[in-house]
């Protein structure tokens, strides 16, 4: 057969490399940087791919089908982890029937993250074997591997990446599908699947031998490979660290790991005395350093590399030299400043624009709706993990009673919601808080490119199916005041929300309308609007929506209501779309649309 080669990131070889390991089930929650292996995989025939509503439940159906004895991909980033640990902490004592794999896409620098936390402790906490790929290659090649480590000893395997190996490219070779070991079929078990405490007692030894077994295969994984070059420096590195590091010095000798958990003790112990200075070269936390350390070797690493965000040639080329490290700020390039922002005509802009208006102490929550922190709207007070705002709300209102009657407000998208969500508000009703919740539903999970969820009506693979009903399932939740506002209407919007929060009881309201990118809803917006020059008083609260499409002239000069002004607000027509927030907020008129209305 013809070499057949392919540009791909890193997500989509993972993808590939499930494909062609005959996976039959994947399921993940989307989030940055993992959302497109599942969006790649599920192009491919012969397989079932799925959003679930969390991490939790993909991780656990994942768990269901490889029980079944089919090979099954589990996809998620980093923090999706801490949402998936109790189901896995215990797949490691139960083990598998079919191949279980469970991507952990970790965000050094915090790209779109809230922290940056290091998952390789995972793969040691929870006693289950970790590879890492280094370029697309090896995100395809070690993701086949890691099906089969996870077949041979029983266990499922992590299998690590980072923003930089999952978003860039580089060439693939491509190879046709296997036939995995056929075990599909229902097989009755339950001492190994049963996990009471008398079987787990007796599963528990079974995990310990295991890893033994594992650390004994790691030394002769071909995976872990030396490379020699001059014996002056010698550097144990993986993943991405691996590129920078051969980048900087190719001279050096490498002892290049794709496992790191367990780590090849053996090859480590021959390795380090036959180099003059030893350096590990990791992203994050020194999980190989301090295990190195704790052989008694003597080791570089976090005195001379960066312990927190992302490490880059230059970092590395300093810390390998012996120079001292750059501050933060001189690392990159002085490129012009690019703040994230909501797109023109977001729903949620109004929202935040009457929040902040009412100066309401906002419980936020994870989405692209977060940017209601930034200025010029900042407008959300918290903001720690999915799901928490309506918590946070909660135990306001517990700790201060009346203090916080009618100046606290939960704020949470759809998909959220419906991800981590349902069980605080449950908690709202059972306990009798006086929370008022609003859920931003805009019919998308947006912030990781606007994949499909269980209240949009459609699968992943694009199929119509069941539509979750928010109104109704608040309402099921015990909640007797629910109110569905539309927040292009700010007026009517801020009245429902100056009532709401004054209730002594649970209320939610939703502000419905779909994502401005929307693939399959179009709001209909009119023409886009102008701003008079002569008309606007250049009061700058058409500013305060932070709508990327009105921009600011500086211009002296006298507006038709005798008020002198020292520049006026204009809208860009190539970025606006009618959305009508920023005429609603003028009170001189000076926003018209293109017919002078």
Known sequence: MTDRRAILSGNEAIARGAYESGVRVATAYPGTPSTEILESLCGYEGLHAEWAPNEKVALETGMGAAFGGVRTLVVMKHVGVNVAADPLFTLSYTGLRGGLVLVTADDPEMHSSQNEQDNRHYAKFAKVPMLEPSDSQEAKDLTKISFEISEKFDTPVMLRTTTRVSHSKSIVHLAEPSEPPMRSKLVKDPMKFVMLPANARKRHPVVEKRMEEVASFAETFPENRLEWGERKIGIITSGISY???KEVMPEASYLKLGMVYPL???????????VEKLFVVEELDPFIEEQVRAMGI?????????????????????????????????????????????????????????????????????????????????????????????????GLDKA?????????????????????????????????????????????????GRQDHPGTGFTLKGEETF??????????????????????????????IQREIQRREPSVIISRAPCILSRREKIGFGEPLFISPEACAGCRVCLGLGCPAIEWVKEDGVSMQGKKRKGRASI?????????????????????TPDGK
């Open 264 to 274: 090849p003790k053996g090859m480590i112990r021959s390795f380090a005395p036959q």
């Open 400 to 448: 201060l009673g009346e203090e916080a009657l009618g100046k606290v407000v939960a704020i949470i998208g759809d998909s959220t919601f419906l991800h981590s969500g349902i069980p605080s508000l449950l908690n709202v009703v059972y306990n009798k808080g006086m929370v008022t919740l609003i859920i931003l539903d805009n019919r998308t999970t947006a912030m990781t």
């Open 467 to 496: 539509q979750v009903d928010l109104p109704k399932l608040a309402r099921a939740l015990g909640v007797k005041h629910v109110k569905v506002v539309n927040p292009y209407q700010l007026a009517a919007t801020e009245r429902v």
């Open 298 to 394: 003597e080791v570089s690493g976090k005195d001379v590399f960066p312990l927190c965000g992302e490490l880059n040639p230059t970092l590395v080329e300093r810390g390998l030299k012996g120079l001292p490290p750059l501050p933060r700020g001189e690392v990159f390039q002085n490129l012009p400043a690019r703040p994230p922002i909501m797109c023109p005509g977001c729903p949620h802009r109004g929202i935040f624009s009457i929040l902040s208006k009412m100066k309401l102490f906002v419980t936020g929550d994870i989405g692209c709706y977060t940017l209601g922190f930034l200025p010029p709207l900042s407008a959300i007070d918290t903001c720690v993990c999915m799901g928490a705002s309506i918590g946070h709300a909660m």
């Open 243 to 245: 590129e920078y590091a």
């Open 572 to 592: 860009e027509t190539f970025l606006c779309n009618g959305c009508t927030l920023c005429a609603q907020v003028c009170k001189f008129r000076a926003i018209k």
